[in-house]
T-cell receptor, first 113, second 113 residues
Framework: GESVGLHLPTLSVQEGDNSIINCAYS??????FIWYKQESGKGPQFIID?????DKRQGQRVTVLLNKTVKHLSLQIAATQPGDSAVYFC????????????FGKGTMLLVSP | KAGVTQTPRYLIKTRGQQVTLSCSPI?????VSWYQQTPGQGLQFLFE???????NKGNFPGRFSGRQFSNSRSEMNVSTLELGDSALYLC????????????FGQGTRLTVV
């Protein structure tokens, strides 16, 4: 079936660098996308979301970009810190209002001091 | 404001047994979703409850079931446990579904031996 995927399983960066985590989705009906961060031993934590009527959304040090033409989603983290080290998941919903989140496999972000 | 609480945090069960996991959502949240997380399959949707009704169900066998109480607390049950049921079980609560921000608990780590 259709699912959300990630290009890079592991991303290693230096502290202070900008990080970009990518995600491809295949369901053109998806209308809501979310990025989650999961630290070891914890549940996923909401980072930022974007709806399909937007191309870009910014938060604190994070930006999500959505390219519907090529079905691509990215998470940009500015000035990456060691505390950003975690697994990052993108997720999509196919029906607004119904709780069916389809998650990607995840990207491990490793930040070196 | 208290977060999502899952109990117990860890469980060890024997094949063939059954298990019940509990999730207390954030106060005021009426939607509770359950997910199974394994290294091989990632995060997979189990089911979602809203106001005591199951609104959506993932592709899991009938051994997996759940319910939601009038105070929005939810339980999931797995009967006739198999080794492959070993996983981290996560619940997420949201106001009305995951088109609104979903908050995850820390999960219950189930090990079947």
């Amino acid at each position: 079936g259709e699912s959300v995927g990630l290009h890079l399983p592991t991303l290693s960066v230096q502290e202070g660098d900008n990080s970009i985590i990518n995600c491809a989705y295949s369901n053109s009906a998806s209308d809501y996308f979310i990025w989650y961060k999961q630290e070891s031993g914890k549940g996923p934590q909401f980072i930022i979301d974007i709806r399909s009527n937007m191309d870009k959304r910014q938060g604190q040090r994070v930006t999500v970009l959505l390219n519907k033409t090529v079905k691509h989603l990215s998470l940009q983290i500015a000035a990456t810190q060691p505390g950003d080290s975690a697994v990052y998941f993108c997720a999509e919903t196919q029906n607004s209002g119904y709780s069916t989140l389809t998650f990607g496999k995840g990207t491990m972000l490793l930040v070196s001091p | 404001k208290a977060g999502v609480t899952q109990t117990p945090r860890y469980l060890i069960k024997t094949r063939g047994q059954q298990v019940t996991l509990s999730c207390s959502p954030i106060s005021g949240h009426r939607s509770v979703s359950w997910y199974q997380q394994t290294p091989g399959q990632g995060l997979q949707f189990l089911f979602e409850y809203f106001s005591e009704t199951q609104r959506n169900k993932g592709n899991f066998p009938g051994r997996f079931s759940g319910r939601q109480f009038s105070n929005s607390r939810s339980e999931m049950n797995v009967s006739t446990l198999e080794l492959g049921d070993s996983a981290l079980y996560l619940c997420a609560s949201s106001l009305r579904g995951v088109d609104t921000e979903a908050f995850f608990g820390q999960g219950t780590r189930l090990t079947v031996v």
